[in-house]
């Protein structure tokens, strides 16, 4: 039984201890699959470089995965370039972003069983766990350029619907939010030496 959509803003902010840790997984990796193909000078093979990719990912979040202090990650094998994490009572399946965006076309059975959370009628407001989607994205060069989120809702062989648009998850180093109290103690400490510096001047004239 599926249910009402959580906000995606909401979902992010739960997320966050994992996809900081995925963030750092897959800027290793990629860039050790990166450094590969520069040491033997040839250009990136997208097929072998994702499967490393995984594999690598994989082997990190096993090293790493203790840093996750809200709640236990659990990995799960899947085929075909993927991951898939219990984050809780939630599960998430990663795989690589295809022209940007989550995959679309050549859903297997398993996939589109996956996919499939239509909210049943009378169960709208309740709230069960959710299947989500995180598409790691790289440019030509093989760099990541980041990670996306999704919450499928239905998909059929083609095609996938989504509960809401597909979001950019941010980079923690961009999500860190200012000290506000640090912020305004340096204010003031720094209006009490100008107010000083121009009493300072004042006596010296």
Same mark, same amino acid.
């Not at 203790?66 to 991951?83: D, K, M, S, T």
């Not at 407001?125 to 996306?148: C, E, M, R, T």
């Given at each position: ?12 902010a ?9 963030? !750092? ?25 994702a ?11 096993? +090293? ?6 809200? +709640? +236990?990650i659990?990995? +799960? ?8 994490l219990?984050?809780g ?32 009628p ?63 103690q340096?204010a003031?400490d720094l209006?009490? !030496? ?12």
């Amino acid at each position: 039984m599926q249910t009402k959509a959580p906000d995606p803003t909401a979902v992010l902010a739960r997320l966050s201890t994992l996809t900081r840790l995925l963030y !750092e997984a897959f800027e290793i990796a990629t860039q050790i699959v990166r450094a590969y193909f520069d040491k033997i000078r040839a250009p990136v093979d997208p097929w072998l470089a994702a499967m490393w990719t995984r594999f690598l990912v994989k082997r990190i979040l096993a +090293e790493r995965g203790q840093e996750v202090e809200e +709640e +236990e990650i659990e990995q +799960e094998n899947v085929p075909n370039v993927g991951l898939w994490l219990r984050f809780g009572e939630d599960q998430i399946r990663i795989w690589k972003a295809v022209r940007g965006g989550i995959l679309e076309s050549d859903n297997s059975d398993a996939r589109i069983a996956y996919f499939s959370q239509e909210p049943l009628p009378g169960f709208e407001d309740a709230q069960n766990p959710h299947k989500y989607i995180i598409a790691w994205d790289v440019d030509d060069k093989f760099s990541l350029k980041g990670l996306l989120l999704a919450l499928p809702r239905s998909a059929t062989r083609v095609s996938v619907k989504l509960h809401w648009p597909v979001v950019p998850i941010p980079h923690p180093a961009l999500a860190i939010e200012p000290d506000r109290a640090a912020t305004a103690q340096l204010a003031e400490d720094l209006a009490i !030496e100008i107010d000083q510096a121009k009493t300072d001047i004042k006596g010296m004239e």
